[in-house]
């Protein structure tokens, strides 16, 4: 039996707003040259975290001559929309140093803690983040989403570091991603059933995925993709009731799934390759790709270009930081990764400036849930019928000078919508429908 051990804790939403000429206080708080949509949205946000207990899990991670059983805990951070605001939080939490020993660092957010959420049924996000990553790297996104109403629940997926470079260690990431992920849907399902909490506000009806690199991998695997015999061998045997075929291999699909984000997924280069045929073809949720064109831990093609175009089943798009690597969805580097090459990688871009990155995701994500997980037409003109190279763009009739204003899209412009004049550069979207 499934069972939550501690109880959920609310929490309280912050100011959202900033003085003129202040710094922003958090990277959830959007620079005067975002796109229009990456704007947060008008409810107050709160945080609180959960455990959830999974008795008599097989791990990887442990155990000799094969994997132990134990109960898998995971704290599951939540973000939602709350009835009032509160003093922002600070969020502590550590990534792998070069040595695998943890560095701790601090990020500002704008949802703060112990306050009711609002009242309200709000679609389901579930967050999952990559590998010896944390919920917080994310908090920019979480965040975002629950002032525009939504709740987001983001697993702490407790990866070794991932500077072992092991088989067994590479399995515990493998194997736990997809069953973690269709395990904390069930759960808010469970949840929401008896009114517990968050999940009471949550309409699981509505849910969507959204995933970054292995996280990637979890949700296209959550999403329908059906896991490949070889599988079963990679993760010392854990996946093996799961694959293709297999006698729970339904059971790893989320269901009431309305929507899918896929930011730098892991699974579409040569060597991991974790799907068998169809492989993502399988998956009729509408899906957006993001991705650096010079992704080097992913691929871009081969790589999650491959991806986007195999999906034939489904609507999907695929927007392209051209020039950007692998890091494009972590939150910017904080002052205590700032000292050390090693630290500073896991967050910032050779390229992108970060807060650029992390607004113009937040405007096509908007967007994209927006149509797709709550029905609302009025954002398809933010993504359908873009010229796919901004560059390309146009808006005749725009203002001279340093004009803050967005561009209307069609007809008046062909500049996307929602971006203003010189920032709509270096990247493409592409769109697909399902076949």
């Known amino acids: ?65 094969k994997p132990a059983k134990v109960d898998r805990h995971l ?13 922002p939080i600070t969020y502590r939490t550590p990534l792998p140093g070069e040595d695998g020993k943890d560095v701790l660092f601090t990020v500002p957010g704008v949802a703060a803690e112990n306050v009711a959420v609002a009242k309200g049924r709000f679609p ?178 081969p790589g999650v270009r491959s991806l986007f175009e195999a999906q034939v089943h489904a609507l999907r798009y695929l927007l392209t930081f051209r020039e950007a690597g692998h890091s494009i969805a972590l939150t910017g580097a904080p002052p205590e990764a700032r000292a050390k090459f090693w630290d500073f990688e896991w967050f910032e871009d050779a390229v992108w400036r970060k807060d650029r990155l992390l607004a113009v995701q937040a405007h096509f994500i908007t967007a994209f849930l927006d149509r797709t997980v709550k029905g609302d037409e009025g954002k398809a003109a933010y993504m359908d019928g873009l010229v796919v190279d901004s560059n390309a763009g146009k808006w005749p009739d725009a203002p001279g000078g340093r004009y803050s204003g967005y561009s209307p899209g069609a007809p008046e412009a062909t500049l996307w919508k929602g971006f203003q004049p010189n920032k709509a550069t270096g990247m493409s979207l592409e769109f697909k429908p399902a076949s």
């Open 1 to 65: 039996m499934l069972r939550v051990l501690l109880p959920l804790t609310l929490a309280a939403a912050a100011p959202l707003a900033i003085a003129a000429g202040q710094e922003p206080a958090s990277p959830t708080i959007p620079g005067p040259d975002a796109p229009e949509l990456a704007a947060l949205g008008s409810l107050p946000v709160g945080t609180s975290t959960i455990e959830l207990v999974q008795p008599g899990q097989l791990e990887p991670l442990q155990g000799a001559d």
């Open 75 to 87: 704290t599951v951070r939540l973000w939602y929309p709350a009835a009032a605001g509160g003093a």
């Open 124 to 301: 389901l996000v579930i967050l999952a983040h990559g590998y010896s990553n944390s919920p917080e790297v994310l908090a920019w996104l979480g965040e975002n989403l629950a002032s525009k109403g939504y709740i987001v629940a983001a697993p702490a997926f407790r990866d070794p570091a991932i500077s072992i470079r092991t088989d067994a260690a590479r399995a515990g990431p493998l194997s736990r991603r997809p069953l973690d992920i269709a395990f904390v849907a069930s759960e808010a399902a469970r949840l929401a059933g008896r009114g517990e909490g968050v999940f009471a506000a949550a309409d699981v009806g509505r849910t969507a995925l959204v995933g970054y690199s292995m996280g990637g991998y979890g949700v296209l695997t959550a999403a329908g993709a059906p896991l490949d015999p070889v599988m079963a061998s990679r993760t010392r045997g854990v996946l093996r009731p799961y694959v293709k075929g297999a006698a729970k291999a339904a059971t790893l699909k989320v269901p009431n799934l309305k929507a899918v984000v896929v930011i730098a997924p892991a699974g579409g280069a040569p060597g991991l390759q974790p799907w068998t045929a169809p492989g993502v073809a399988a998956i009729t949720a509408p899906t957006l790709y993001i991705v650096g064109s010079q992704d080097k831990a992913v691929g871009y093609e």
